[in-house]
Structure formats: C-alpha cells, structure tokens
C-alpha cells in the first residue's frame, strides 16, 4: 500500500544544505511540473523571493511528491493555490477514468 500523497517542506533554497528538489528528482519515476511552478508564480505576486524556490513535485508509483517551501509563511501561501487541483491528481493516480474537464 503506498501513501497517495507527500509532502516536504524545507531545504528548497540556494542555501548549499538545500537538497530536497535534488532529493526528490532522484526517486520520482516523472515530475509534474505545474503543480511547482503555480506556487512560485503565485509566491512572486506576494514576494520576488519566490522564484528563488527550486522546489519539485513528482511521482513515484502512486505517491504524488510535492516541495513546498521552508518557512510557515510561504507554507501557508502555496497550499492553498496546490489545494484545488490535489483531489484530482490523487483520483488520476488511482486510476480514474472522469475527463479532467467534466467537474
């Protein structure tokens, strides 16, 4: 049985110990760009610094592997532009057939 969803929080910055986003590329079988892209569009409407986030989002068998920001602030300011889309994804990874448009 696998976990349908993961999330990281931390260790997406330029500092040198910042390794998730390297982390996680090493054990996703794909990546699902959109999904860490939209977080740092949305993040530089409120901050410059969020286009310095290197964070990824992936998956590895049926486990969607999402990086989100270190600090709680930021946290509180990606979740809600991932929420949206999530229930879908994880129906998707379960194999759901449902058009994507037909909600």
């Known amino acids: ?3 349908p ?3 990281t929080t931390g260790g997406t910055g330029l500092h040198p110990t910042d390794v ?3 982390a996680t590329e090493e054990i996703v079988e794909y990546t699902v760009p ?9 993040g530089y409407r409120l901050t ?3 286009i310095l986030s290197r964070g990824v989002s992936g998956i590895r068998g049926a486990s969607l592997i999402i990086n989100l920001p270190g600090s709680p602030k930021a946290v509180r300011e990606s979740l809600p532009v991932i929420i949206p889309a999530l ?4 129906e998707k990874l379960r194999g759901s057939d449902r058009e994507c448009g037909s909600d």
């Open 1 to 3: 049985m696998s976990v």
């Open 34 to 42: 959109g999904i860490s892209e939209i977080m740092r569009t949305e």
């Open 87 to 90: 229930s879908h994804a994880l």
């Open 48 to 50: 410059p610094y969020a």
């Open 5 to 7: 969803l993961i999330i």
């Open 20 to 22: 998730t986003p390297q």
